[in-house]
């Protein structure tokens, strides 16, 4: 009985990486809250090693075209002294401040494995028990759903730079919130680096305080959410996302608060998917070279959860941007 972390994440309340085990606890669509465990396996598989490296100068690059767009959401001049700065952060493939470094991969491959001994209690079908011809007709027309989607998503992508100019992050109030959620996802995994540190603090202006000012100011509620315009969540979101995936390691629980924030600015799947995949967008052509290895273009990819088809598409279509 297997299933894909795709197929149950969407039950994952919170896990622990304990060692080489995962300890996970899931919550039904009843509210019923069930703990399971497993080994975390490491793939053997080349792309997927842990010591598998996005290039440093590649990070780096990418971290200073987040700030930059970061800068101008806020309206520019406000934080002249981070292109600068930013470029000369410590950028290291993998936080090694503590503990085993475990893929992204390998983690929800394992969060996976250890639902099978609580799947009892959920509505999913494993992947052996969607055999049959209607459930493969679906899931074909499911995939034709997902391919549309992505064409939608890619007909948008050209948009990620006019709305951040066209709905900045302008006032006090927004540019609060924009700093809570920033500092809410850096501490999403239970923990902050040093290096994750140093860079949130670079993107967001002084007044704002200190990150231990920022997160004492806790969650976003309701309320405020309520109190944002719906165009400027949009961009607080995108750039929300675009500064999460700057090191190519997007954590399941990263991905996880981004999603719960979505859903608290009142943004429906769809939406939410079309946000992720610009700022998937403007990440990978911020370090994409016209004629780099394709290598490296998936290495890159597998880091902020595009498949090698969605990342050869991106390659593509900047290759038609350029002329030489």
């Known amino acids: 009985m297997d299933f894909s972390y795709e197929e149950i994440s969407k039950y994952v309340l919170d896990y622990q990486i304990d060692g080489n085990r995962v300890v996970v606890e899931f919550q039904n669509d009843a509210g019923e809250v069930f703990d399971s465990s497993a080994v975390i396996k490491r793939s053997k598989s080349i792309t997927s090693q842990v010591t598998k490296k996005v290039g440093r100068m590649a990070k780096s690059q990418a971290r200073r075209h987040a700030s930059r767009m970061v800068r101008s959401a806020l309206g520019g001049g406000m934080l002249g002294r981070i292109g600068s700065q930013v470029a000369r952060s410590s950028v290291g493939s993998f936080d090694t401040s503590g503990g085993d470094n475990h893929s992204t991969e390998d983690i929800n491959a394992a969060i996976a494995n250890s639902f099978k001994r609580v799947s009892r209690n959920f509505k999913v079908k494993s992947l052996n028990e969607r055999s049959s011809g209607r459930e493969r007709r679906a899931s074909a027309s499911d995939r034709r759903g997902r391919q549309e989607q992505r064409a939608m998503s890619r007909e948008a992508e050209l948009s990620f730079q006019d709305h951040l100019s066209k709905y900045p992050i302008k006032n006090l109030f927004e540019q609060d919130l924009m700093s809570r959620l920033l500092v809410s996802i850096a501490q999403a995994d239970g923990r902050i680096s040093e290096d994750e540190r140093n860079f949130i603090a670079e993107l ?111 390659l593509i279509k900047f290759k038609k941007s350029v002329t030489y």
């Open 204 to 314: 967001l202006p002084k007044k704002l305080g200190s990150i231990s000012d920022i997160a004492a100011r806790g969650e976003i509620s309701s309320v405020e959410a309520e109190e944002l315009d719906t165009n400027v969540k949009k961009s607080i979101l995108m750039l929300g996302w675009a500064v999460a995936l700057v090191d190519f390691d997007l954590s399941p629980a990263e991905s996880r608060k981004l999603n719960e924030f979505a859903s608290l600015f009142g943004f429906s799947h769809a939406e939410v998917s079309v946000i992720a995949d610009l700022a998937k967008y403007e990440t990978m052509t911020s370090v994409m070279d016209p004629l780099m290895p394709k290598s490296a273009l998936y290495d890159a990819a597998e880091g902020i959860g595009l498949n090698e088809a969605e990342a050869e598409r991106m």
